[in-house]
Protein backbone atom coordinates (compact mmCIF):
# COMPACT_ATOMS: atom_id res chain seq x y z
CA UNK A 1 0.00 0.00 0.00
CA UNK A 2 1.41 3.39 -1.25
CA UNK A 3 0.42 7.17 -0.44
CA UNK A 4 1.59 7.94 -3.28
CA UNK A 5 -0.66 10.40 -5.41
CA UNK A 6 -0.12 12.30 -8.60
CA UNK A 7 -1.38 15.84 -8.32
CA UNK A 8 -1.51 16.50 -11.67
CA UNK A 9 -3.16 13.64 -12.46
CA UNK A 10 -5.74 15.20 -9.67
CA UNK A 11 -6.25 18.84 -11.36
CA UNK A 12 -6.86 17.42 -14.86
CA UNK A 13 -10.00 15.77 -13.11
CA UNK A 14 -10.68 18.77 -11.10
CA UNK A 15 -10.73 20.96 -14.08
CA UNK A 16 -12.92 18.75 -16.10
CA UNK A 17 -15.18 18.46 -13.37
CA UNK A 18 -15.08 22.08 -13.37
CA UNK A 19 -16.07 22.90 -17.13
CA UNK A 20 -19.22 20.79 -16.68
CA UNK A 21 -20.76 21.98 -13.66
CA UNK A 22 -20.19 25.51 -15.00
CA UNK A 23 -21.67 24.70 -18.36
CA UNK A 24 -24.57 23.00 -16.35
CA UNK A 25 -24.88 26.39 -14.47
CA UNK A 26 -25.02 28.78 -17.32
CA UNK A 27 -27.83 26.35 -18.58
CA UNK A 28 -29.97 26.32 -15.39
CA UNK A 29 -29.11 29.77 -15.32
CA UNK A 30 -31.03 30.64 -18.58
CA UNK A 31 -33.45 27.86 -17.96
CA UNK A 32 -34.74 29.77 -14.20
CA UNK A 33 -34.08 33.04 -15.29
CA UNK A 34 -31.00 33.49 -13.36
CA UNK A 35 -32.70 31.43 -10.61
CA UNK A 36 -35.80 33.31 -9.94
CA UNK A 37 -37.76 30.21 -11.50
CA UNK A 38 -35.93 27.86 -9.48
CA UNK A 39 -38.99 26.42 -7.86
CA UNK A 40 -40.21 24.58 -10.90
CA UNK A 41 -37.12 22.79 -10.83
CA UNK A 42 -36.07 22.10 -7.46
CA UNK A 43 -34.63 18.87 -7.42
CA UNK A 44 -32.64 19.37 -10.29
CA UNK A 45 -31.13 22.40 -8.91
CA UNK A 46 -30.89 20.83 -5.29
CA UNK A 47 -28.54 18.11 -7.39
CA UNK A 48 -26.64 21.21 -8.79
CA UNK A 49 -26.26 23.11 -6.13
CA UNK A 50 -24.78 20.02 -3.81
CA UNK A 51 -22.47 19.18 -6.95
CA UNK A 52 -21.17 22.41 -7.31
CA UNK A 53 -20.24 22.66 -3.54
CA UNK A 54 -18.21 19.20 -3.85
CA UNK A 55 -16.52 20.77 -7.03
CA UNK A 56 -15.59 23.79 -3.88
CA UNK A 57 -14.37 21.02 -1.34
CA UNK A 58 -12.27 19.42 -4.26
CA UNK A 59 -10.62 22.21 -5.63
CA UNK A 60 -9.41 23.42 -1.90
CA UNK A 61 -8.45 20.78 -1.10
CA UNK A 62 -6.08 20.21 -4.12
CA UNK A 63 -4.79 24.25 -3.77
CA UNK A 64 -4.05 22.73 0.16
CA UNK A 65 -2.06 19.75 -1.30
CA UNK A 66 -0.13 21.57 -3.66
CA UNK A 67 0.85 23.85 -1.38
CA UNK A 68 1.87 22.37 1.88
CA UNK A 69 4.04 20.03 -0.67
CA UNK A 70 5.36 16.74 1.61
CA UNK A 71 4.76 18.39 5.06
CA UNK A 72 2.10 15.72 5.09
CA UNK A 73 2.33 12.73 2.91
CA UNK A 74 -1.68 11.35 3.31
CA UNK A 75 -2.89 14.74 2.12
CA UNK A 76 -1.68 14.47 -1.32
CA UNK A 77 -3.39 11.16 -1.56
CA UNK A 78 -6.59 12.22 -0.30
CA UNK A 79 -6.80 15.54 -2.70
CA UNK A 80 -6.50 13.02 -5.69
CA UNK A 81 -9.09 10.17 -4.26
CA UNK A 82 -11.75 13.11 -3.00
CA UNK A 83 -11.28 14.18 -6.88
CA UNK A 84 -11.79 10.85 -7.88
CA UNK A 85 -14.52 10.07 -6.00
CA UNK A 86 -16.12 13.35 -7.05
CA UNK A 87 -15.84 13.03 -10.67
CA UNK A 88 -17.32 9.46 -10.73
CA UNK A 89 -20.21 10.23 -8.73
CA UNK A 90 -20.60 13.93 -10.96
CA UNK A 91 -20.68 11.36 -14.44
CA UNK A 92 -22.95 9.25 -13.10
CA UNK A 93 -25.38 12.27 -12.00
CA UNK A 94 -25.02 13.50 -15.66
CA UNK A 95 -25.08 10.53 -17.73
CA UNK A 96 -28.57 9.50 -15.78
CA UNK A 97 -29.95 12.98 -15.70
CA UNK A 98 -28.90 14.50 -18.90
CA UNK A 99 -31.62 16.76 -20.61
CA UNK A 100 -31.98 18.14 -16.80
CA UNK A 101 -27.96 18.92 -16.76
CA UNK A 102 -28.15 20.12 -20.23
CA UNK A 103 -24.73 18.33 -21.32
CA UNK A 104 -24.52 16.02 -24.31
CA UNK A 105 -23.43 12.73 -24.48
CA UNK A 106 -20.71 14.08 -26.56
CA UNK A 107 -19.42 16.81 -24.05
CA UNK A 108 -19.48 14.53 -21.38
CA UNK A 109 -16.80 11.99 -23.23
CA UNK A 110 -14.57 15.07 -24.16
CA UNK A 111 -14.53 16.37 -20.63
CA UNK A 112 -15.53 13.87 -17.26
CA UNK A 113 -16.03 10.67 -19.21
CA UNK A 114 -12.90 10.68 -21.16
CA UNK A 115 -10.58 8.17 -20.69
CA UNK A 116 -7.66 10.03 -19.69
CA UNK A 117 -9.86 11.46 -16.43
CA UNK A 118 -11.50 8.04 -15.74
CA UNK A 119 -8.34 6.83 -15.84
CA UNK A 120 -6.73 8.95 -13.75
CA UNK A 121 -9.48 8.54 -11.02
CA UNK A 122 -9.84 5.32 -10.74
CA UNK A 123 -5.91 5.43 -10.12
CA UNK A 124 -6.22 7.91 -6.84
CA UNK A 125 -9.60 5.83 -5.55
CA UNK A 126 -7.66 2.67 -5.40
CA UNK A 127 -8.29 0.36 -2.84
CA UNK A 128 -4.70 0.45 -1.44
CA UNK A 129 -4.62 3.88 -1.75
CA UNK A 130 -7.61 4.52 0.65
CA UNK A 131 -6.71 1.60 2.80
CA UNK A 132 -3.04 3.07 2.93
CA UNK A 133 -4.75 6.42 4.34
CA UNK A 134 -6.05 4.78 6.80
CA UNK A 135 -3.35 2.86 7.81
CA UNK A 136 -1.41 6.27 8.58
CA UNK A 137 -4.44 7.77 10.17
CA UNK A 138 -4.72 4.85 12.62
CA UNK A 139 -0.85 4.67 13.60
CA UNK A 140 -1.18 8.67 13.95
CA UNK A 141 -4.55 7.91 16.24
CA UNK A 142 -6.39 10.43 14.08
CA UNK A 143 -5.04 13.47 15.55
CA UNK A 144 -4.77 16.71 13.16
CA UNK A 145 -1.64 18.22 12.88
CA UNK A 146 -1.78 19.19 9.46
CA UNK A 147 -0.20 22.76 8.39
CA UNK A 148 -2.09 25.63 8.26
CA UNK A 149 -0.70 28.55 6.57
CA UNK A 150 -1.08 31.05 9.16
CA UNK A 151 1.08 31.22 12.58
CA UNK A 152 -1.92 33.05 14.37
CA UNK A 153 -4.33 30.02 13.15
CA UNK A 154 -1.64 27.42 14.35
CA UNK A 155 -1.31 29.11 17.68
CA UNK A 156 -4.97 29.48 18.37
CA UNK A 157 -5.06 25.79 17.56
CA UNK A 158 -2.66 24.90 20.14
CA UNK A 159 -3.57 27.00 22.61
CA UNK A 160 -7.53 26.08 22.20
CA UNK A 161 -6.75 22.47 22.05
CA UNK A 162 -5.06 22.42 25.39
CA UNK A 163 -7.74 24.00 26.62
CA UNK A 164 -10.37 21.89 25.32
CA UNK A 165 -9.21 18.29 26.56
CA UNK A 166 -8.17 20.06 29.91
CA UNK A 167 -11.57 21.84 30.93
CA UNK A 168 -14.33 20.60 28.52
CA UNK A 169 -13.44 16.98 27.60
CA UNK A 170 -13.82 15.65 31.45
CA UNK A 171 -17.15 17.01 31.99
CA UNK A 172 -18.75 16.54 28.08
CA UNK A 173 -20.23 13.31 28.59
CA UNK A 174 -21.80 14.20 32.16
CA UNK A 175 -23.42 17.12 30.72
CA UNK A 176 -25.16 15.17 27.50
CA UNK A 177 -25.76 12.40 29.89
CA UNK A 178 -28.15 14.65 32.65
CA UNK A 179 -28.27 17.43 29.94
CA UNK A 180 -27.02 20.04 32.49
CA UNK A 181 -26.30 23.65 31.28
CA UNK A 182 -22.53 24.50 30.41
CA UNK A 183 -21.56 25.84 34.25
CA UNK A 184 -20.88 29.50 34.45
CA UNK A 185 -16.82 28.80 35.17
CA UNK A 186 -16.63 27.46 31.58
CA UNK A 187 -17.89 30.41 30.36
CA UNK A 188 -15.69 32.76 32.39
CA UNK A 189 -12.78 30.35 31.47
CA UNK A 190 -13.71 30.67 27.86
CA UNK A 191 -13.92 34.69 28.30
CA UNK A 192 -10.39 35.01 30.11
CA UNK A 193 -8.89 33.25 26.88
CA UNK A 194 -10.85 35.63 24.58
CA UNK A 195 -13.14 33.36 23.18
CA UNK A 196 -16.24 35.17 22.58
CA UNK A 197 -14.29 38.14 20.93
CA UNK A 198 -12.29 37.06 18.27
CA UNK A 199 -13.74 38.20 15.26
CA UNK A 200 -14.63 41.75 17.40
CA UNK A 201 -12.63 44.77 16.28
CA UNK A 202 -9.79 46.06 18.10
CA UNK A 203 -11.65 48.93 18.94
CA UNK A 204 -14.55 47.50 20.28
CA UNK A 205 -12.53 45.40 22.95
CA UNK A 206 -12.31 42.09 20.65
CA UNK A 207 -9.18 40.56 19.34
CA UNK A 208 -9.46 41.54 15.60
CA UNK A 209 -8.64 38.28 14.70
CA UNK A 210 -9.66 37.52 12.20
CA UNK A 211 -12.42 34.31 10.69
CA UNK A 212 -10.00 32.22 10.26
CA UNK A 213 -8.26 31.62 13.99
CA UNK A 214 -12.50 32.00 15.31
CA UNK A 215 -13.50 29.06 13.11
CA UNK A 216 -10.31 26.69 13.86
CA UNK A 217 -11.51 27.49 17.72
CA UNK A 218 -14.50 26.31 16.82
CA UNK A 219 -13.42 23.44 15.71
CA UNK A 220 -11.38 22.46 18.51
CA UNK A 221 -14.00 23.45 20.77
CA UNK A 222 -16.25 21.26 19.22
CA UNK A 223 -13.95 18.37 19.33
CA UNK A 224 -14.52 18.05 22.63
CA UNK A 225 -18.22 18.86 23.22
CA UNK A 226 -20.39 19.89 20.22
CA UNK A 227 -23.07 21.63 23.30
CA UNK A 228 -21.00 22.66 25.89
CA UNK A 229 -18.51 24.42 24.62
CA UNK A 230 -18.36 24.46 20.61
CA UNK A 231 -21.66 26.30 20.04
CA UNK A 232 -21.06 28.56 22.78
CA UNK A 233 -19.29 31.64 20.36
CA UNK A 234 -21.58 30.93 17.67
CA UNK A 235 -24.61 33.20 19.16
CA UNK A 236 -22.61 35.89 20.24
CA UNK A 237 -20.49 35.92 16.94
CA UNK A 238 -24.20 36.12 15.05
CA UNK A 239 -25.22 39.20 17.00
CA UNK A 240 -21.99 40.90 16.25
CA UNK A 241 -22.06 40.74 13.16
CA UNK A 242 -25.34 42.51 12.67
CA UNK A 243 -24.11 44.83 14.72
CA UNK A 244 -21.06 45.86 13.00
CA UNK A 245 -23.44 45.68 9.79
CA UNK A 246 -26.25 48.06 10.65
CA UNK A 247 -25.78 48.88 14.66
CA UNK A 248 -25.41 52.51 15.11
CA UNK A 249 -22.03 53.67 16.71
CA UNK A 250 -23.96 54.23 20.18
CA UNK A 251 -24.96 50.69 19.87
CA UNK A 252 -20.83 49.01 18.51
CA UNK A 253 -19.26 51.12 21.64
CA UNK A 254 -22.14 49.70 24.40
CA UNK A 255 -22.62 46.18 23.05
CA UNK A 256 -19.67 44.64 21.40
CA UNK A 257 -17.38 45.28 24.41
CA UNK A 258 -19.81 43.20 26.93
CA UNK A 259 -20.34 40.49 24.33
CA UNK A 260 -16.14 40.53 23.40
CA UNK A 261 -15.72 39.67 27.00
CA UNK A 262 -18.31 37.32 27.90
CA UNK A 263 -20.10 39.84 30.19
CA UNK A 264 -23.18 39.71 27.91
CA UNK A 265 -24.13 36.18 26.68
CA UNK A 266 -26.43 36.43 23.49
CA UNK A 267 -29.29 34.33 22.01
CA UNK A 268 -30.71 33.85 18.44
CA UNK A 269 -34.82 34.27 18.33
CA UNK A 270 -35.88 34.04 14.70
CA UNK A 271 -37.91 30.48 14.19
CA UNK A 272 -41.31 30.46 15.29
CA UNK A 273 -43.77 27.31 16.13
CA UNK A 274 -45.37 27.67 12.47
CA UNK A 275 -42.64 29.45 11.19
CA UNK A 276 -39.10 27.44 10.22
CA UNK A 277 -36.86 28.25 7.05
CA UNK A 278 -39.59 30.81 5.41
CA UNK A 279 -37.94 33.31 7.69
CA UNK A 280 -39.80 36.60 5.81
CA UNK A 281 -43.52 35.22 7.22
CA UNK A 282 -42.06 35.93 10.52
CA UNK A 283 -45.34 37.11 12.54
CA UNK A 284 -43.68 37.52 16.41
CA UNK A 285 -44.92 41.48 17.02
CA UNK A 286 -43.03 44.45 17.91
CA UNK A 287 -45.39 47.55 18.38
CA UNK A 288 -44.18 51.02 18.77
CA UNK A 289 -45.38 52.08 22.54
CA UNK A 290 -44.90 53.46 25.78
CA UNK A 291 -44.36 52.38 28.91
CA UNK A 292 -43.06 54.35 32.18
CA UNK A 293 -42.37 57.28 29.78
CA UNK A 294 -39.94 55.55 27.79
CA UNK A 295 -40.56 54.79 24.10
CA UNK A 296 -39.66 51.80 23.11
CA UNK A 297 -41.82 48.80 21.42
CA UNK A 298 -44.16 45.33 23.27
CA UNK A 299 -43.29 42.31 21.48
CA UNK A 300 -46.06 39.52 21.84
CA UNK A 301 -46.05 36.41 20.05
CA UNK A 302 -44.39 33.02 20.19
CA UNK A 303 -40.31 31.79 19.23
CA UNK A 304 -39.15 27.87 19.12
CA UNK A 305 -35.78 26.64 19.27
CA UNK A 306 -33.88 29.52 20.83
CA UNK A 307 -30.82 27.75 21.75
CA UNK A 308 -29.49 29.32 25.03
CA UNK A 309 -32.27 31.62 25.60
CA UNK A 310 -32.29 30.41 30.07
CA UNK A 311 -28.85 31.33 30.82
CA UNK A 312 -28.37 34.56 28.08
CA UNK A 313 -28.49 38.09 29.33
CA UNK A 314 -29.79 39.01 25.95
CA UNK A 315 -32.17 37.88 23.15
CA UNK A 316 -31.86 38.97 19.21
CA UNK A 317 -35.16 38.56 18.31
CA UNK A 318 -36.25 39.19 15.02
CA UNK A 319 -40.06 40.52 14.76
CA UNK A 320 -42.20 42.23 12.69
CA UNK A 321 -42.32 46.00 13.25
CA UNK A 322 -44.90 46.47 10.04
CA UNK A 323 -47.86 44.67 10.82
CA UNK A 324 -48.82 44.40 6.80
CA UNK A 325 -47.61 40.51 6.70
CA UNK A 326 -47.48 40.94 3.42
CA UNK A 327 -44.66 42.76 2.76
CA UNK A 328 -42.59 39.87 4.16
CA UNK A 329 -39.14 40.18 4.80
CA UNK A 330 -39.56 44.65 4.45
CA UNK A 331 -41.41 44.60 7.33
CA UNK A 332 -38.89 43.38 10.54
CA UNK A 333 -36.62 44.55 12.43
CA UNK A 334 -33.85 42.79 14.76
CA UNK A 335 -33.78 43.91 18.24
CA UNK A 336 -31.62 43.31 21.47
CA UNK A 337 -33.68 42.01 24.27
CA UNK A 338 -32.45 41.74 27.66
CA UNK A 339 -33.62 39.51 30.53
CA UNK A 340 -32.54 38.23 33.42
CA UNK A 341 -30.17 34.63 33.57
CA UNK A 342 -32.18 31.25 34.15
CA UNK A 343 -30.08 28.17 35.18
CA UNK A 344 -33.04 25.64 34.21
CA UNK A 345 -35.52 24.11 31.50
CA UNK A 346 -38.29 26.36 32.46
CA UNK A 347 -38.38 30.23 33.01
CA UNK A 348 -40.75 33.40 33.52
CA UNK A 349 -39.35 37.00 33.20
CA UNK A 350 -41.47 39.46 34.11
CA UNK A 351 -41.27 42.88 33.86
CA UNK A 352 -42.32 45.75 36.71
CA UNK A 353 -44.55 47.57 33.93
CA UNK A 354 -46.06 44.05 33.42
CA UNK A 355 -44.92 42.32 30.82
CA UNK A 356 -43.80 38.68 30.54
CA UNK A 357 -41.29 35.81 28.65
CA UNK A 358 -42.04 32.71 29.28
CA UNK A 359 -39.47 30.11 28.00
CA UNK A 360 -39.73 25.90 28.60
CA UNK A 361 -36.61 23.94 26.98
CA UNK A 362 -37.63 21.32 24.45
CA UNK A 363 -36.40 17.99 24.83
CA UNK A 364 -33.41 16.97 22.51
CA UNK A 365 -31.55 13.76 21.54
CA UNK A 366 -28.10 15.70 21.79
CA UNK A 367 -26.88 18.78 21.36
CA UNK A 368 -27.57 18.86 25.09
CA UNK A 369 -25.24 21.41 27.35
CA UNK A 370 -27.33 24.69 26.08
CA UNK A 371 -30.81 24.23 25.70
CA UNK A 372 -33.17 25.10 23.56
CA UNK A 373 -36.13 27.26 24.05
CA UNK A 374 -39.68 27.66 22.97
CA UNK A 375 -40.53 31.39 24.08
CA UNK A 376 -43.90 33.53 24.80
CA UNK A 377 -43.59 37.10 24.88
CA UNK A 378 -46.35 39.51 26.60
CA UNK A 379 -46.47 42.64 26.11
CA UNK A 380 -42.86 42.41 27.02
CA UNK A 381 -41.27 46.05 26.36
CA UNK A 382 -37.81 46.50 24.84
CA UNK A 383 -36.57 50.20 24.72
CA UNK A 384 -36.25 52.10 21.60
CA UNK A 385 -32.51 52.00 21.63
CA UNK A 386 -32.22 48.44 21.42
CA UNK A 387 -33.92 48.08 18.08
CA UNK A 388 -30.51 47.95 15.74
CA UNK A 389 -29.93 50.53 13.91
CA UNK A 390 -32.41 52.38 15.52
CA UNK A 391 -34.51 54.33 13.13
CA UNK A 392 -32.80 53.85 10.25
CA UNK A 393 -32.53 49.83 11.30
CA UNK A 394 -36.64 49.86 11.76
CA UNK A 395 -38.12 47.22 8.82
CA UNK A 396 -34.34 46.14 7.82
CA UNK A 397 -34.05 43.17 10.64
CA UNK A 398 -34.09 40.85 7.70
CA UNK A 399 -30.80 41.53 6.44
CA UNK A 400 -29.07 42.15 9.34
CA UNK A 401 -29.88 38.97 10.16
CA UNK A 402 -29.15 36.78 7.12
CA UNK A 403 -25.61 38.39 7.71
CA UNK A 404 -25.20 37.32 10.78
CA UNK A 405 -26.62 33.79 9.76
CA UNK A 406 -23.80 33.67 7.02
CA UNK A 407 -21.40 34.28 10.44
CA UNK A 408 -23.01 31.31 12.15
CA UNK A 409 -23.04 29.28 8.98
CA UNK A 410 -19.44 29.29 8.87
CA UNK A 411 -19.60 27.93 12.07
CA UNK A 412 -21.48 25.58 12.31
CA UNK A 413 -18.79 24.36 8.99
CA UNK A 414 -15.96 24.73 11.82
CA UNK A 415 -18.26 22.68 14.43
CA UNK A 416 -19.13 19.62 11.82
CA UNK A 417 -15.37 20.05 10.75
CA UNK A 418 -14.39 19.60 14.66
CA UNK A 419 -17.24 16.77 15.68
CA UNK A 420 -16.41 14.87 12.83
CA UNK A 421 -12.45 14.45 13.52
CA UNK A 422 -13.57 13.72 17.46
CA UNK A 423 -15.15 11.00 15.74
CA UNK A 424 -11.96 10.11 13.72
CA UNK A 425 -9.73 9.65 16.64
CA UNK A 426 -11.67 7.67 18.58
CA UNK A 427 -12.25 5.36 15.61
CA UNK A 428 -8.62 5.37 14.95
CA UNK A 429 -7.78 4.73 19.00
CA UNK A 430 -10.31 2.05 18.91
CA UNK A 431 -9.03 0.02 15.88
CA UNK A 432 -5.27 -0.02 16.84
CA UNK A 433 -6.38 -1.17 20.38
CA UNK A 434 -9.56 -3.55 19.90
CA UNK A 435 -8.63 -6.87 19.16
CA UNK A 436 -10.56 -9.75 16.65
CA UNK A 437 -9.35 -12.58 15.07
CA UNK A 438 -6.40 -12.62 17.30
CA UNK A 439 -5.58 -8.48 15.89
CA UNK A 440 -6.17 -5.14 15.65
CA UNK A 441 -9.24 -4.29 13.70
CA UNK A 442 -6.93 -1.42 12.39
CA UNK A 443 -4.85 -3.92 10.36
CA UNK A 444 -7.71 -5.32 8.40
CA UNK A 445 -7.73 -3.77 5.09
CA UNK A 446 -11.56 -2.74 5.31
CA UNK A 447 -10.71 -0.75 8.66
CA UNK A 448 -8.22 0.77 6.95
CA UNK A 449 -10.41 1.58 3.94
CA UNK A 450 -13.31 3.05 5.86
CA UNK A 451 -11.01 5.21 8.15
CA UNK A 452 -9.06 6.56 5.28
CA UNK A 453 -12.25 7.52 3.10
CA UNK A 454 -13.78 9.46 6.69
CA UNK A 455 -10.44 11.20 7.20
CA UNK A 456 -10.43 12.28 3.08
CA UNK A 457 -13.99 13.61 3.52
CA UNK A 458 -12.68 15.33 7.27
CA UNK A 459 -10.02 16.96 5.16
CA UNK A 460 -12.06 18.28 2.65
CA UNK A 461 -14.89 20.02 5.30
CA UNK A 462 -12.16 21.33 6.87
CA UNK A 463 -10.16 23.47 3.63
CA UNK A 464 -13.59 24.05 2.32
CA UNK A 465 -14.31 25.86 6.02
CA UNK A 466 -10.88 27.72 6.17
CA UNK A 467 -11.24 28.75 2.62
CA UNK A 468 -14.26 30.42 3.18
CA UNK A 469 -13.19 32.10 6.53
CA UNK A 470 -10.62 33.20 4.51
CA UNK A 471 -13.05 35.07 1.57
CA UNK A 472 -15.45 36.49 4.71
CA UNK A 473 -12.21 37.77 5.98
CA UNK A 474 -12.06 39.57 2.59
CA UNK A 475 -15.63 40.43 1.97
CA UNK A 476 -18.16 39.95 5.48
CA UNK A 477 -21.21 40.36 3.19
CA UNK A 478 -20.66 37.07 1.50
CA UNK A 479 -23.14 34.30 1.40
CA UNK A 480 -22.30 31.58 -0.85
CA UNK A 481 -18.96 30.30 0.61
CA UNK A 482 -20.66 29.70 4.35
CA UNK A 483 -23.55 28.05 2.71
CA UNK A 484 -21.28 25.44 1.30
CA UNK A 485 -19.18 25.16 4.46
CA UNK A 486 -22.32 24.60 6.15
CA UNK A 487 -23.88 22.14 3.62
CA UNK A 488 -21.05 20.00 3.09
CA UNK A 489 -19.11 19.74 6.19
CA UNK A 490 -22.28 18.36 8.32
CA UNK A 491 -23.35 15.88 5.59
CA UNK A 492 -19.58 14.57 6.65
CA UNK A 493 -20.48 15.24 10.03
CA UNK A 494 -23.54 13.09 10.22
CA UNK A 495 -21.78 9.95 7.92
CA UNK A 496 -18.63 9.67 9.73
CA UNK A 497 -19.37 9.75 13.42
CA UNK A 498 -22.27 7.03 12.04
CA UNK A 499 -19.19 5.25 10.02
CA UNK A 500 -17.12 5.20 13.42
CA UNK A 501 -19.82 4.20 15.30
CA UNK A 502 -20.26 0.70 12.91
CA UNK A 503 -16.41 0.21 13.45
CA UNK A 504 -16.94 0.54 17.21
CA UNK A 505 -19.41 -2.78 16.85
CA UNK A 506 -22.01 -2.98 19.87
CA UNK A 507 -19.78 -0.76 21.94
CA UNK A 508 -20.52 2.26 19.86
CA UNK A 509 -23.91 1.95 20.90
CA UNK A 510 -22.87 2.12 24.19
CA UNK A 511 -23.32 5.62 25.89
CA UNK A 512 -19.68 4.97 27.84
CA UNK A 513 -18.44 5.04 24.63
CA UNK A 514 -18.01 8.92 23.12
CA UNK A 515 -18.96 8.09 19.45
CA UNK A 516 -22.66 7.20 20.62
CA UNK A 517 -22.58 10.97 21.89
CA UNK A 518 -21.35 11.66 18.39
CA UNK A 519 -23.96 10.49 16.55
CA UNK A 520 -26.84 12.00 18.17
CA UNK A 521 -25.13 15.39 18.38
CA UNK A 522 -24.44 15.16 14.40
CA UNK A 523 -27.88 14.82 13.54
CA UNK A 524 -28.82 18.46 14.49
CA UNK A 525 -25.96 20.14 12.14
CA UNK A 526 -27.64 20.25 8.72
CA UNK A 527 -30.77 21.13 10.24
CA UNK A 528 -30.43 24.32 11.97
CA UNK A 529 -28.71 27.60 10.62
CA UNK A 530 -30.70 27.04 7.32
CA UNK A 531 -32.06 23.46 6.96
CA UNK A 532 -30.25 20.93 4.34
CA UNK A 533 -32.51 21.33 1.48
CA UNK A 534 -33.63 25.19 2.30
CA UNK A 535 -29.82 25.91 1.93
CA UNK A 536 -29.06 24.58 -1.05
CA UNK A 537 -32.28 26.12 -2.96
CA UNK A 538 -32.80 29.20 -1.53
CA UNK A 539 -28.76 30.76 -0.82
CA UNK A 540 -26.44 27.88 -2.49
CA UNK A 541 -28.68 27.34 -6.13
CA UNK A 542 -29.80 31.32 -6.39
CA UNK A 543 -26.37 32.44 -5.57
CA UNK A 544 -24.90 30.36 -8.35
CA UNK A 545 -28.18 31.04 -10.94
CA UNK A 546 -28.31 34.55 -9.92
Not at 337 to 349: C, E, N, Q, T, Y
Not at 469 to 481: F, H, Q, R, V, Y
Amino acid sequence: MSLKADLAAAAKIVAASDEVVREALAVASKRTDGGKGIDDEQVHCERLAYAATELAAAQDLLAYAQGIGAADPAVPAMAAAFAGEFVLKLGSQVSGHLAEFGVSEERLAATIGSHEVLAAARAAIADGTLSAIGRHVIDSRGVNHTPIDDEMAVMTRDSVRQFAETEVAPIAEHIHRHDDLVSDEMIANMAQLGFFGMAVPEQYGGGGMGNLAMIVTTEELSRCSLAAAGSLITRPEILTKALLKGGTEEQKQHWLPRLASGAVMAAISVTEPDIGSDVASVRCRADAGEVGGAKGYLINGAKAWCTFAGRANVIALLARTDPDVSKGARGLSLFIVPKDPFPGHIFAMKQATGGVLEGKADATPGYRGMHSFTLAFENYFVPADNLVGEEKGLNKGFYLQMNGFAAGRLQTGGRATGLAQAALERTAEYAADRKQFGQPIGDFQLTQYKIGRMATHIMAARQLTYRAALAMDADESIALEPAMAKLFSSDVAVWTTQEGQLLHGGWGYAEEFAISRYVVDATVLPIFEGVKPILELKVIARNLLA
